[in-house]
């Protein structure tokens, strides 16, 4: 009796074991058991207001995605303390009002971005004029320098160029985006090979500003070069970026593409 007893729980433990092997080949969930990747905020706390109020809440939103332990989200106003050696640790560098001193802040962005490294860059990450003096900052954004803005924030309506990039294709082929303050470049990085144009500002905003008007133009807003792990989103002005659901959901899908390219392999497959 005993051994027949003995049979009968054996038997139902390896059945138990088929059963849970055939749910979990078919389990449509993939739950980390450690963080996935690491990711490095930097930011300025000194620049101009509105900025800064950006990078207050673009913290925020990034760390609420942390929610679960998936990711390890580091910050820092500076890169004195980031050389390659550290940099090369994340998967993803999210630029958000700043960007890199000259001299080995710059030398250390520039190598890891050569190196496979991840960039999220938010408005001002990209700013650049005559007096910038990084030649290596437009060949990376794949366009020329800061031509023109509109003034004061508003909204726009946004027209997606491209609906099948993992980037956009789960957003609307057009949307309005929050207020913000709209960044136009010259020349346009529609111009250059390289680039894939994401979203723009349709010309059916135009004359685009109350004080500061602009009335005509090419006008990319989000776009990615194609030589490295990097998107662009030109929003990041003022404390209304996040209010939209629909903006929210392009911001994370150009955060998990960056990394779902890490050279590593892909994070959220692991």
Known sequence: MRNIRSILI????????????????????????????????????????????????????????TYGEGY???????????????????????VVNITPAPGAERQAMEQYMEHGGGWLGFHAAAYNDNDTHWPWLNRFLGCGQFYCNNWPPQCVLLDVDNTDSPVTRNIPATFVAPESEWYQWNPSPRLNRDVEILASISPKNY????????????????????????????????????????????????????????????????
């Open 207 to 270: 004359p685009l500003g109350i004080k500061d008007i602009i009335n005509s133009g090419d006008f990319p807003v989000v776009w990615r070069n194609k030589k490295y792990r990097m998107v662009y989103l030109n929003y990041g002005h003022g404390d209304r970026e996040f209010t939209d659901a629909t903006q929210n959901l392009l911001t994370l899908n150009a955060f998990r593409y960056i990394v779902s390219l890490d050279p590593t392999g892909n994070p959220f497959e692991k």
């Open 72 to 94: 390890i989200l580091d910050r820092t106003t500076s890169l004195a303390d980031y050389p390659y050696e550290r940099l090369k640790e994340y998967s993803i560098v999210i």
């Open 10 to 65: 054996l038997f139902t433990t390896l059945l138990s074991a088929l059963i849970c092997t055939a749910q979990d080949s078919a389990y449509p969930a993939n739950y980390a058991r450690a963080p996935r990747f690491k990711a490095l905020i930097y930011y300025s706390d000194t620049a101009e207001e509105a900025h800064v109020q950006f990078a207050r809440q673009a913290i925020e939103f990034f760390h609420r995605l």
